[in-house]
């Protein structure tokens, strides 16, 4: 069990015993499985096609869409490698991780081959259309490389209003994917059922955080407030103080010239009252002004 792990291989316990599966997770949540075996070795070897069908896509310098691209390379790694689609049960979905899924939304398996495949394509690319408001809102998941911060930061780059009409797109795209795919009508209502609770469970916990976190915010600016009002009352407290020992030490200065009532004789002139002196004064006496 430990080495199909490690090997990338999906374990299958069935009425006939365990079985292996390969599957490997192509551009826009494209899923490309193989079929199951019995054989660990013979699952391996599916999922060295499945790996090097990836690579291509990736490596391939191409302006072809994904949609034009993806049978290509399909057709020419499995004739390069001797195999068939039939052979190894080649067949893909689309799985979506919309917002506040608990489990993606998934459509039903396509076999790599004929119209169904082209089927399977079509319902690619419409998914993928729909899900473009929602990936748009979501910018912050590049920006952030992050997408569980993203998911917690969305409402505050998209409307509520924006946000249901992009899910409603979505819903609706993948209702028709389904029944263009031939999936039972309630079947298909029953998943959008679970989507829509998921979703609206985790906006009210997400519009909860943030309004936590708007009173948190509010909170802060507060507290910095009284901070710096506290500040300032202590700073004006110390200029106080210090423009009272510097009355006092000119008060003293006074007393030591013999200037009673602050008012000087020269001869029989009575000259006035005696200027207060300059704040460079007090410098020059060793009084300390303050800034």
């Known amino acids: 069990d430990s080495e199909a792990r490690m090997l990338g291989l999906t374990q299958n ?3 006939q015993g365990l079985f292996y599966s390969a599957h490997v997770t192509l551009s826009g949540g494209l899923v490309l499985m193989s079929r199951a075996h019995r054989h660990l070795c013979v699952a391996r070897g599916f999922r060295e096609v499945l ?3 990836r690579r291509r896509i990736s490596g391939a310098n191409s302006s072809q869409s994904f949609e034009e691209l993806f049978p290509q390379v399909l057709q020419t790694c499995l004739k390069d490698w001797g195999r068939s689609a039939a052979e190894l049960g080649l067949r893909f979905k689309v799985c979506l991780r919309p917002l506040w899924a608990s489990r993606p939304l998934c459509t039903r398996p396509y ?11 079509r319902a690619w690319r419409k998914l993928q259309e729909a899900m473009v408001p929602l990936q748009s809102a979501g910018a912050s998941m590049e920006d952030l490389r992050c997408q569980k911060r993203a998911r917690s930061h969305v409402l505050r780059s998209i409307s509520s209003c924006e946000l249901h009409a992009a899910r409603l797109k979505l819903s609706l795209a ?3 994917v389904m029944n263009e795919a031939g999936i039972a009508v309630h079947c298909v209502q029953a998943r959008l059922d679970e989507l829509r609770k998921d979703q609206l469970e985790g906006e009210a916990k997400q519009v909860a955080l943030l309004k936590q976190a708007e009173s948190a915010k509010e909170a802060l600016l507060e507290a910095a407030c009284r901070r710096r009002r506290r500040q300032e009352e202590q700073h004006m407290q110390k200029r106080r103080a210090l423009l009272a020992k510097v009355e006092l030490k000119i008060d003293a200065l006074l007393r030591r010239l013999q200037v009673p009532g602050g008012r000087r004789k020269m001869g029989n002139a009575d000259v006035g009252l005696i200027p207060a002196p300059p704040v460079t004064a007090g410098r020059s006496l060793g009084i300390d002004m303050g800034p």
């Open 13 to 15: 316990r069935q009425a």
């Open 51 to 53: 790996m090097d069908i």
């Open 111 to 121: 076999r790599c081959s004929g119209g169904d495949l082209e089927l399977g394509l």
């Open 174 to 176: 993948y209702e028709a």
